[in-house]
């Protein structure tokens, strides 16, 4: 069972800044917060990881609140380009194993 | 090298035959892992491999059979599948070792397997 849940799909325009939030309510006290992005038929590329606060990189930014109960991938001025899938991903250890497990995604579509 | 690279990329195969996936990474990264994914849907695991050794097989039929041989290479064993085992098969590595830390994974491109 995917421990995170993500809005199934989202639509923006070009130009324009997309967030994408990820709720993790069961998070672990160690465990880092790390966004991927998926095209068709290829491996999920890593985009950013963070712990708390906010962390930025040079295509994303990673908004983390105190609590670590949900983050943000915030995408600034996206492009056609950046239409894919995105997952984040935490540990789950509610099965007495740890491992990580992709929820279902939200597909970005951007449009011209 | 920052790559996981995964051989073949494209494979078709009937359901008597005998196959091998193949994984190779180089970045001394301690874990690595196989994964099906289904058309839109997420990535599932199946094995984890961490310090050469088999950390995790998530109930997967024996028809599977995962292997590695050494810290950079990781094999899967295809043998008598069925028509819905066809999937993009994913294979990743971890700098840390399974269950220490997710300090992210690095995936391969995958290989397209369809069963017939």
């Known amino acids: 069972l995917a421990k995170t849940t993500q809005p199934i799909s989202m639509d923006s325009y070009e130009g324009q800044e997309v967030n994408i939030t990820c709720s993790h309510n069961n998070i672990a006290t160690n465990d880092y917060i790390t966004w991927y992005q998926q095209f068709p038929s290829q491996g999920p590329r890593f985009i950013i990881q963070g712990y708390k606060t906010k962390v930025t990189n040079e295509v994303a930014s990673l908004f983390i609140p105190a609590d670590r109960k949900s983050s943000t991938l915030s995408l600034p001025r996206v492009s056609l380009s950046d239409t894919a899938v995105y997952y984040c991903l935490v540990g789950d250890s509610t099965s007495g194993t740890y491992k990580y497990i992709f929820g279902t995604g939200t597909r970005l579509k951007v449009l011209a | 090298d920052t790559e996981v690279t995964q051989t073949p990329k494209h494979l078709v195969m009937g359901m008597t035959n005998k196959k091998s996936l193949k994984c190779e990474q180089h970045?001394?990264?301690?874990?690595m892992y196989w994964y099906k994914q289904k058309a839109k849907k997420p990535p599932e695991l199946m094995f984890v491999y961490s310090y050469e050794k088999l950390s995790i097989n998530e109930s997967v039929p024996s028809r599977f059979s995962p292997e590695c041989p050494n810290s950079s290479l990781l094999n899967l064993h295809l043998h008598a599948l069925q028509p819905e085992d066809s999937a993009l098969y994913l294979c990743?590595?971890?700098?840390?070792?399974?269950?220490?830390?997710?300090?992210?994974?690095?995936f391969g491109s995958g290989t397209r397997l369809t069963v017939v």
């Open positions: 970045m001394g990264h301690r874990a």
């Open positions: 990743a590595s971890s700098q840390a070792g399974w269950g220490q830390s997710n300090y992210g994974y690095t």
